[in-house]
Every structure is written in C-alpha cells, then in structure tokens.
C-alpha cells in the first residue's frame, strides 16, 4: 500500500514537471514567434522608408535635370537681358513723358534708374566673360512702337505690358539664379530678380488702383 503510494506521488510530480516545461516552451516559442514578427515589421518599415527615400531623390533628379535642359545658356541669358533691360528704359522714359497718372510716370523713372544701373553691371560681366552683347532691341522693338503710337490709352497699355514683362523677367532670372552653370552669372540673376520682384509688386498695386 504504501509503495502504490509513493508511485502515485513520483507519477504526479513527473505530470507537473511535464506540464511546466511544456508550459515554459509555448512561452518561449511565443516569444520568439512576437520578436521575428517585430523584427519584421521593423525591417517592413526601414525598406519602405528607403524606398521612399530613393522615389524622392529620383524626383529631385528629374526635376534638376528639367531644369537645366530648360534654362538658358549663361551667355544666351545675359544677351535677352540685355535687350530686355534696355527695353525697359526706353519704355520707362515713354512713360515719363505720355503717362497722365503721376504714379505711373513715377514708376517710368524707377525704371529708367534700376534697369539702367542693372545694365551697367551686366555689361561689366559680359566683358568679363568675353560676351558681345545686342545694341538692339531686338522682338521689343516693336512693343515700344506700338505704345508710342498710344494717346488716351497709353496708361493702360503700360501698366498691361509692364505686368506681363516683369511676370516674364521674374521667372527667367529666377530659373538662371537657380540652374546656371555660371556661378558669376547666376549671382547677377538672384540679385536683379530682388529687384524685378519690387517692380512688378509696385506696378501691380498701380494696377489695382486702376480698375
């Protein structure tokens, strides 16, 4: 009796050591399965963050190369400058004499001083870079003509051509500030876009004083 005792003592520890360690190693399967799946999801994560990485630095590889097929060469820029800031003189001095509004003459004498100095600078840069700039015109030519031509419409005309200019410049000398392969050159068009910006918020406000 006492013997059948003792062998139902020694097989009922031996069921719970049993149980124990079978308990012990679903827990630590369970475990192991929970740090694979984070670890996973951890290597998930870093592949999709390098994946987006590398589609953003493919994009600002595109975008750069745009950029430069669609910007002027240095010297191409310089000799549109050139005809464009000469324009804007002639037409400012128009300005000085046919406007009626004050503040439109003011602003014929604004361009008269700024792009006349701009152009000073960029005739130094060009004899620098062995540049030979227009003494022409050029396509403004004949914008200049036509507002000669103008009497009561003149202030309106104007102020249409010089918005429509300085939208046009800004974009070009931001775009040479910003993508030119000439260091020299590309300084010239950061600073005289400053310069083309005041303008064309200082003919806009005339022109919304006008309508």
């Known amino acids: 009796m006492r013997h059948f005792l003792f062998c139902l003592t020694v097989i009922s520890a031996a069921l719970l050591c049993l149980s124990a360690c079978g308990s012990e190693s679903i827990n630590v399967n369970t475990s192991r399965t929970s740090t694979n799946t984070a670890a996973n999801t951890m290597g998930n994560e870093r592949a999709s963050s390098n994946s987006g990485s590398t589609m953003g630095n493919m994009a600002n590889s595109v975008s750069n190369a745009v950029s430069s097929v669609t910007t002027s ?55 620098k870079k062995n540049v030979t700039l227009p003494t022409d015109l050029g396509s403004h030519k004949s914008t200049l003509d036509s ?10 005309a104007y102020v249409n051509e010089m918005v429509n200019d300085h939208e046009n410049d800004l974009k070009e000398f931001q775009k040479q500030a910003q993508s030119s392969s000439d260091p020299e050159v590309k300084a010239f068009a950061a600073k005289t876009a400053t310069v083309i910006q005041k303008h064309l918020d200082a003919i806009k406000a005339i022109e919304a004083k006008m309508k």
């Open 73 to 127: 060469s240095p010297e191409s820029f310089m000799k549109d400058a050139c005809q464009g800031g000469m324009a804007e003189v002639e037409m400012g001095k128009l300005a000085q004499q046919k406007a009626k509004n004050p503040e439109i003459k003011k602003f014929g004498q604004m361009m008269v001083t700024d792009h006349g100095a701009a152009g000073k600078e960029l005739e130094a840069l060009a004899k």
């Open 147 to 156: 507002l000669s031509k103008e009497t009561d419409g003149f202030d309106k």
